[in-house]
């Protein structure tokens, strides 16, 4: 009965390959939340240093640079279901050894750093082929519903799995949090291998360095794209360094630890989860204004922790910012599948997930060092700063201040919401 409610209210539940990736998009997030509070406090346990922290969480990051966009031309070519298996196995893996050897006491820095590279890859290779599948398995006026709901099961599924890593940490240790990261991830591939989604037809074999080209004239030909991307470029480079970098070094000196971070967190998925359920509803009229606004608030995760907010006041901006974070984030990618052709989403999500991460491992470099010289408040301050700036340089283009939503209302979504159903 609650689900043929569900149904009835959520059209898309009606597609048998949404339910298998919506089974993927909740077993995976909350896997990795294991890995997000696990990581860092392993590297601070073991070697009690920020730098340590940096070079480590930087690795992570560094593989976006090159495997980023060789993931888009596949993810074009083959099954995007089949790349997201590969990108899991090599999280899992990555994760899954870390965690052994933690718990074995035998993790040194120089393995740390190799096995977060092999994650950093897995990661790299996931986002564009996770941007190019919703797209093939739900037809256009269900995007935005489909995007919404999805995120709203990843979003759950990181709450529940960071407030649960946050108390095994604290209680058993970062070891085990990174084991059960990669016992969950393998956990998903059956769903994965279920769904019925074909790869892009070609009309001749063309080599990679083609297929990047094209990608890339696409990019660039859309201003308002290559503009916020190049304001995420330096909001995430920011916000990694003075946020998810230093915030567990925050954490473990002035919060209590773990818990405190593992909290932060959880709050911060809360706040993804309520604005997944207003994001069913709600679409600004010029979403690209909203999404460069929203990069701008950003800066409250590195300043409230500058200036020592006290934990709940931590966790109330933490829930606000994840509201408005997820509203932007279903909006983006709307966006993305409905001016972007289906044969070239993968390529051009490929270049925004590397545009947009590019200077991270610079951000996660520079924190750890930089806060030993000139201090932790001081460097979150700079990065809050660095934010404001990039953002307010991104509203000179026109085309992102006026670029307005689609009419989509009384389109007729029956036939369509049949086909997919039938597959």
């Known amino acids: 009965m609650l689900w043929r409610a569900l149904a009835h209210r959520f059209p898309v539940l009606a597609i048998r390959d949404f339910r298998l990736l919506l089974a993927d998009r909740l077993l995976a997030p ?16 073991i070697t009690g240093s920020t730098a340590d922290l940096s070079y480590v969480l930087a690795a992570q990051i560094a593989p976006s640079l090159v495997f980023t966009l060789i993931s888009g031309v596949i993810a074009d070519r083959i099954p995007p279901q089949r790349v997201i298996v590969a990108a899991n196995i090599m999280i899992a893996v990555g994760e899954g050894t870390l965690g052994v050897l933690v718990l074995s006491g035998q993790a040194r820095l120089w393995q740390m750093i190799v096995l977060e590279t092999l994650t950093g890859v ?24 489909a995007n919404a709901v999805s995120r709203l099961a990843m979003n759950a599924a990181q709450m529940g799995g ?35 989604v074909t790869g892009h037809e070609r009309v001749e074999n063309a080599g990679m ?6 990608g890339w004239s696409e990019f660039s030909s859309h201003t308002w794209l290559w503009a916020i991307v190049a304001q995420f470029c330096v909001i995430l480079m920011a916000w990694y360094g003075g946020f998810q970098v230093l915030g567990p070094a925050v954490a473990k000196a002035d919060l209590g630890g773990p818990a405190a971070w593992g909290a932060i967190t959880a709050a911060e998925a809360l706040g993804l989860i309520i604005g997944g359920l207003l994001s069913l509803r709600f679409t600004p009229r010029r979403p690209m204004l909203f999404v460069v606004c929203i990069g701008a608030a950003m800066a409250v995760s590195p300043l409230s922790l500058a200036m020592h907010w006290p934990l709940p006041a931590l966790c109330l901006a933490a829930v606000s910012l994840g509201v408005t974070m997820e509203i932007m984030m279903v909006q983006w990618s709307v966006a993305l599948a409905r001016n972007v052709p289906p044969g070239k989403l993968a390529r051009v999500s490929a270049y925004d997930a590397l545009g947009s991460v590019m200077a991270m491992p610079l951000g996660a470099l520079v924190a750890g060092p930089l806060a030993a010289e ?10 809050a700063a660095l934010i404001l700036v990039a953002s307010a340089l991104t509203l000179l283009s026109r085309e992102v201040r006026t670029m307005r939503s689609p009419a989509t209302a009384g389109t007729e979504t029956g036939p369509l919401l049949a086909e997919a159903v039938e597959g």
């Open 30 to 45: 909350a896997a990795v939340a294991f890995s997000l509070v696990g990581v860092s406090f392993a590297v601070l346990d």
């Open 122 to 145: 897995g990661m790299a290779v996931f986002w564009p082929a996770s941007q190019a599948l919703l797209p093939k398995i739900v037809p256009d006026p269900l995007l935005q519903q």
């Open 374 to 383: 000139i201090g932790l408040s001081a460097t979150q301050y700079g990065a």
């Open 209 to 214: 360095i083609s297929e990047l080209r094209d």
């Open 162 to 196: 960071a407030a649960v890593a946050g108390v095994v940490v604290a209680v058993v240790g970062p070891g085990w949090a990174m084991s059960v990261c990669g016992i969950g991830l393998l956990g998903t591939i059956p769903f994965l291998l279920a769904i019925r």
